[in-house]
Structure formats: structure tokens, C-alpha cells
């Protein structure tokens, strides 16, 4: 198969004006990006809205295309990316900009969910909840699945309910998974779920990927175990171990 992985950039970010170009160990956050990405698939483009982002990608060599400043989520972005870069790919892979460490481990486990099961529309990774972590935190969105590992529903109220358990022994019960976000569309569902409007579980709980579900597409997860670092604020920036770059 054939794989354009898209790597969404905005300069905008309320929380963290200009993050893509933030220094990481003297490499700008989507060049360390770009390279995980261009370690696993042999064609990859950084999306962005910003001529700055651009520029910097095109001076280490790396391909950008100029989008849209007005899309609703990445996935939109990486339609219009898609569209622009051109070229027959079977799968679209959108790899989040804010993931300097994203592992090649973790891009190869979302091409197996398509190798290995021909119904998969959509991929995505999941991660088992440790012990120490909160389960009813809402900023981490839950997911169940069913036995052949395809997404069943995202909250982020916890899922599922244990009715007769008290909920500080609930990770003693059942193991918890949270969603990581990153996605691999077929190309021919990712321009279909851009056409869809906003489903009304989507609103309820402000989870793009139940647009999808409710509208009938399957999601396959990949299991991951390992730890995910997204940079949101300039404090987590701060807090990234550099040792992790070499």
C-alpha cells in the first residue's frame, strides 16, 4: 500500500502561540516531527496556515503545503493537504505536529491495522491506563473495543460504567484505555468523513472520531505501550527529557 503521511501545523494556538516552531535539543518541533515521520514513509508534507512554518520546513529540506487558516480540525487540513500535494496514495497518515517523539514502532502498528484487516477504514492507537494515572480525567478521552480490536465508542466520561463497584476499584477490574490521537484514513474515507456534518454525539462530547462511528465507518486501534508526549503549553516543553532525542 501506499501511504502520504500529512503533518498538521498551525502557528495559532491559544495555549502556546508559534509551537511548531518552538526549539527542541536545536531543531525546531516539526522538524523533529517530520523526521520520525520520514523514518517510516517515503512521502510526507507538513500542512500549515503560517509562511513561517512553511519556510522553516523548506529550509531543512522538508515539503510544506500552504492550507486553509479556517478548518474545523486537523482532519480537515489534511484533506485540503491531500488534495494540494496530489499523487495516488491508498492510505492518508495525519501525525500530530506536537509529538517530537512519536516512534516509528507506533507509525508502523497503524500500517498493520490496514495489512491485517481489510474492513479498516480508519486507524488510530490506544494505550492502556496505568495504575497511577486518572481514569475521570475528561481531557483524556476513553475508548472500548470490541474482541477484534475496532473501536466500539470514545468518551470522556468513563468507559465502561462498573455498576456495583466502588470507582476507586474500577482500574482493579477492568483494564482502561485511553485514545492517542493519530489517525490513517483510506484516502477515499477521508474525503468522504469531510463531507459529513457534525453528528450530535460528536457535539455532545467534542470527539471528532464519533462523527465517524455514528455515520458508520470502523475505526481499527493499534495498541500501544508506549508513553506519548504531546507539547501543548510552553510548560510542557519545558518538562520534555532531552535524553529522549539521542
Request: proline fraction near 5%.
Amino acid at each position: 500500500m501506499k501511504y502520504l503521511a500529512i503533518i498538521p501545523a498551525r502557528y495559532a494556538s491559544t495555549r502556546f502561540p508559534g509551537k511548531p516552531l518552538a526549539d527542541i535539543g536545536g531543531k525546531p518541533m516539526v522538524r523533529r516531527v517530520y523526521e520520525r515521520a520520514a523514518a517510516v514513509f517515503a512521502d510526507v508534507v507538513v500542512a500549515t496556515d503560517d509562511n513561517r512554518i512553511l519556510e522553516v520546513v523548506e529550509s531543512f529540506g522538508g515539503r510544506a503545503v500552504m492550507t486553509s487558516a479556517d478548518h474545523r480540525s486537523g482532519t480537515d487540513r489534511c484533506r485540503e493537504a491531500m488534495d494540494i500535494y496530489g499523487g495516488e496514495f491508498d492510505v492518508v497518515v495525519n501525525i500530530q505536529g506536537d509529538e517530537p517523539f512519536i516512534a516509528a514502532e507506533q507509525l508502523e502498528s497503524l500500517k498493520q491495522c490496514f495489512a491485517d484487516d481489510s474492513q479498516t477504514d480508519i486507524a488510530t492507537l490506544v494505550k492502556p491506563f496505568s495504575a497511577d494515572e486518572d481514569i475521570f480525567n475528561p481531557n483524556s478521552p476513553k475508548v472500548v473495543l470490541s474482541q477484534n480490536g475496532f473501536a466500539l465508542y470514545f468518551s470522556r466520561s468513563v468507559i465502561p460504567y462498573q455498576r456495583g463497584v466502588e470507582p476507586k476499584l474500577w482500574q482493579h477490574n477492568y483494564q482502561y484505555y485511553k485514545h492517542i490521537g493519530l489517525y490513517a484514513y483510506r484516502t477515499e474515507v477521508l474525503r468522504a468523513i469531510t463531507e459529513l456534518p457534525a453528528g450530535r454525539l460528536e457535539v455532545a462530547e467534542s470527539l471528532e472520531q464519533l462523527r465517524w462511528l455514528e455515520n458508520g465507518y470502523r475505526i481499527k486501534t493499534a495498541i500501544t505501550t508506549l508513553p506519548s508526549y504531546g507539547i501543548d503549553t510552553p510548560e510542557d516543553l519545558a518538562a520534555l527529557d532531552l535524553e529522549r532525542l539521542k
